[in-house]
């Protein structure tokens, strides 16, 4: 079983839901994330993880692992996930956290990739599927794939394109690990 965490629009969950995953849980540590929504109308359950509902980074981690472990989560994936996980977390799914992220790393890590990939002129980014470790974007990579910057691309026109590939290619990946 699946559990996906979110922190915005869910565009990736929803590709998810669309190929027919087992996914058991999503959580977020927002509660105005839209992706949410898209989890209510699946029917699978959710939850909130706030860090202001938390003593500490680290609790409000092995709370969110409680939880998803309990419903099941063998594997957990980062869809638009933006805060950094603690071990508190990690250590609970070992070599079982992925995550989607809009470049081909390790080019362009962080919340800005696509600015950063606009403002250096690569004529090339992607989307990489990788494992999570406790570092920025920083663990191994599993699955990239690329897509051409064009002269007039802008930030929306670039992720929109971007997201397209992410939505084939995170599913895909997911499909494959689950199998093993
Ligand atoms: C995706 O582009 C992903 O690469 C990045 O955050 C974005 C999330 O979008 N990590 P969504 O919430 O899945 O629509």
């Known amino acids: 079983m699946i559990g996906v965490l979110v922190s915005g629009e869910g565009s990736n969950l929803q590709a998810l839901i669309d190929e027919g995953l087992p996914i058991a849980a999503v959580a977020s540590n927002r509660s105005d994330a839209p992706a949410l929504v898209r989890a209510g109308a699946a029917g699978i359950p959710s939850a909130v993880f706030p860090l202001d509902q938390h003593a500490s980074r680290e609790e409000r981690d092995e709370a969110m692992a409680d939880w998803l472990a309990g419903l099941g989560v063998q594997w957990v994936v980062l869809a638009g996930y933006m805060h950094l996980l603690r071990p508190s ?11 989607v992220h809009p470049a081909l790393l390790p080019q362009f890590p962080g919340t800005h990739a696509i600015e950063d990939a606009l403002a250096a002129g690569v004529r090339e980014t992607g989307a990489t599927v990788h494992y999570v470790d406790e570092g920025v974007d920083s663990g191994s990579v599993i699955a990239q794939e690329r897509v ?5 691309d ?22 494959e690990l689950c199998a093993r």
Do not use: G
């Open 89 to 99: 977390f990690l250590e609970r799914f070992p070599e079982r956290v992925i995550n």
């Open 154 to 175: 802008t930030v929306d026109t670039l992720r929109t394109r971007i997201q397209v590939v992410e939505h084939r290619l995170l599913p895909k990946v997911v499909r």
């Open 148 to 152: 051409a910057v064009q002269e007039d």
